[in-house]
């Protein structure tokens, strides 16, 4: 299935524009991340599991064991701070 993943905030600064991947049916957001941290390093500093990163599909937030489907967008973003 084809995914598209955006990034916002630092982590667009570190990966650059959003991209198309290709993923196995039943994934969920945290299957698409680790297969992101696994593409090269960029990916793997940026997404590592130690960050705090948040997720979303189709413009929602949602915990990585949200199962993502053909054709959904998937967002990663730092936490936002307000002041």
């Known amino acids: 299935?084809?995914?598209t993943v955006r990034y916002f905030a630092s982590l667009r600064e570190a990966l650059g524009t959003d991209e198309r991947i290709e993923h196995h049916a039943g994934a969920t957001l945290g299957s698409i991340r680790d297969a992101l941290i696994a593409k090269d390093a960029a990916h793997?500093?940026?997404l590592a599991r130690g960050r705090a990163i948040?997720?979303?599909v189709d413009?929602?937030?949602?915990?990585?064991?949200t199962p993502v489907k053909d054709g959904s967008e998937v967002a990663f973003f730092p936490p936002v701070t307000g002041g």
């Open 1 to 3: 299935m084809t995914i």
């Open 44 to 46: 793997a500093e940026a």
């Open 54 to 56: 948040r997720c979303a």
């Open 59 to 65: 413009q929602q937030i949602q915990p990585e064991d």
